[in-house]
């Protein structure tokens, strides 16, 4: 209006700011969860497969050191950003067939973390024009995968806060409140066991005379948990 003074605030300007508090927010609540559950403050070190956007890789670095495949040394955990057909197919199969394939199962195999961003699976985007079959084939690579130990996340700031919660587990001490609470079960099965998946625990605390079904106790050792009976 007459006598005012017109403000232009760019487009990126703004954009730029968003991410800055994203950021920060995401920074807090990690700092939040570390010293709140165990006392402890950690940078971690992250593998990076396929590319991120400027946003996700910045939330990353506030808590974490990015490596990329090139450059891998020492790491806690995977992110994988991008997961093509074969890749998916390699991993699902138990088969280090490309070089990204051999880090995601050397991982899980000596029980590191891998979170798999569920927009990087390449396949999912053939789901109106692929065969229903095939399609199927993938989604069953998909479960594979999660019953190897990886994880399908919405995004980079879940895998970091699921991240924080197993290196929370890691500096706890070992009591029974750092173990999933099944007391009330008596009889413990497959479906009861998917429920500690993301949480971070790796034991599960049981009944005294609750029974464990033979799909859980393949989950169990697959999965590298620990059972303890209440006393």
Not at 22 to 50: F, H, N, P, W, Y
Not at 134 to 162: M, N, P, T
Not at 170 to 191: I, Q, R, V
Request: charged fraction near 30%.
């Amino acid at each position: 209006g007459k006598g005012g003074c017109a403000v232009n605030i760019g487009k990126s300007e703004v954009t730029d700011s968003l991410i800055d508090d994203i950021i920060e927010e995401v920074k807090a609540r990690m700092d939040r969860m570390q010293e709140e559950t165990c006392g402890c403050s950690r940078t971690g070190k992250v593998l990076v497969l396929g590319a991120l956007e400027p946003a996700e890789e910045n939330i990353l670095r506030s808590f974490a050191e990015i490596q990329t495949l090139q450059e891998a040394g020492t790491y806690d955990f995977i992110v994988a950003a991008q997961v093509s057909i074969g890749l998916l197919a390699y991993t699902a199969l138990g088969i280090p067939g490309q070089p990204e394939a051999q880090c995601i199962l050397e991982a899980l195999l000596s029980g590191r973390k891998v979170y798999i961003l569920e927009k990087g699976l390449e396949y999912r985007r053939y789901r109106e024009s692929s065969y229903k079959a095939l399609y199927q084939k993938y989604q069953e690579y998909e479960e594979e995968i999660r019953r190897f130990g990886g994880e399908i996340v919405s995004g980079v700031q879940e895998a970091a806060e699921l991240a924080v919660r197993v290196w929370k587990k890691d500096c706890a001490p070992a009591d029974d409140s750092t173990a999933f609470d099944l007391t009330g079960l008596k009889l413990l099965g497959e479906s009861d066991l998917g429920k500690m998946r993301g949480t971070g625990y790796r034991t599960v605390l049981i009944g005294r005379k609750t029974i464990i079904t033979p799909l859980a106790k393949d989950y169990i050792s697959n999965h590298n948990l620990t059972v303890r009976r209440q006393q």
